[in-house]
């Protein structure tokens, strides 16, 4: 079942106390429930897949291919339509809702969401360019790039020079986040540490694509309670 991914919303930050008076930043996600659209064979396409619709939307902002699309499978419309491929296509039936529950044993996640937009930003904040000399004949162009480094031959800028531009607003991957807790019943996952991008943002979960082998948060509590409760041997 971990195959497939869920779409979320950041909602925001908090903190998760232990009992060992450990205190562990977690970013809160409200989850969104997935519904099965279509199950994508072989047959149909070379591959097997699952096409999921998250988010409701209006039939009037739908163009009438898509009216036709939903009326077809008989469902109500969906905002966004995301497919996933699969090894096994026996655990998807169209019309199936998928939730919160897909999470049950995992631990650790891969999330990508959209980092914070920070607009039109000069090299020193976009690249930490040290700038030009502050003294010494130096005027007006402070914090400039300096040269691009190019002559006649080859006559031009080569692509990904760094320069002023765009700076944030990207789409990024974090990998290996490990899953606090969730609530099952309010639809939130609680993720150890920072995620990109502002509140409100969209976000992809998925389970770990590396098989991860280290202890989460809890296991490591549990095995420094364990440790403790074994007698020292050079006390005896």
Do not use: C, W
Request: zero cysteines.
């Amino acid at each position: 079942m971990t195959e497939i991914a869920l779409i979320g919303k950041k909602i925001g930050m908090s903190r998760e106390f232990y009992k060992t008076g450990q205190s562990v930043p977690v970013t809160v996600i409200k989850m969104e429930t997935g519904r099965v659209i279509d199950v994508i064979n072989e047959e149909k396409r070379g591959y097997k897949a699952v096409q999921i619709g998250f988010g409701k939307i209006k039939n009037s902002k739908l163009s009438k291919a898509m009216k036709g699309y939903f009326t077809k499978k008989n469902t109500e419309p969906k905002k966004k339509l995301k497919e996933f491929r699969v090894k096994n296509l026996e655990n998807y039936k169209e019309g199936n809702e998928l939730g919160l529950e897909i999470f049950k044993d995992v631990k650790f996640v891969d999330i990508r969401s959209t980092t914070i937009g920070k607009g039109f930003a000069g090299v020193m904040k976009r690249h930490n360019f040290s700038g030009l000399r502050a003294s010494h004949g130096v005027s007006v162009s402070h914090r400039a790039h300096g040269s691009t480094g190019q002559n006649q031959d080859p006559g031009k800028v080569f692509k990904n020079k760094k320069m002023a531009g765009q700076m944030g607003n990207k789409i990024r991957t974090m990998q290996n986040i490990e899953i606090i807790k969730s609530d099952n019943e309010n639809n939130l996952l609680y993720l150890k540490g920072s995620i990109p991008g502002s509140k409100n943002t969209e976000v992809l979960v998925k389970k770990s694509v590396k098989n991860i082998k280290k202890l989460t948060i809890t296991e490591k509590i549990a095995e420094l309670e364990r440790l403790k409760k074994i007698p020292d041997k050079k006390k005896k």
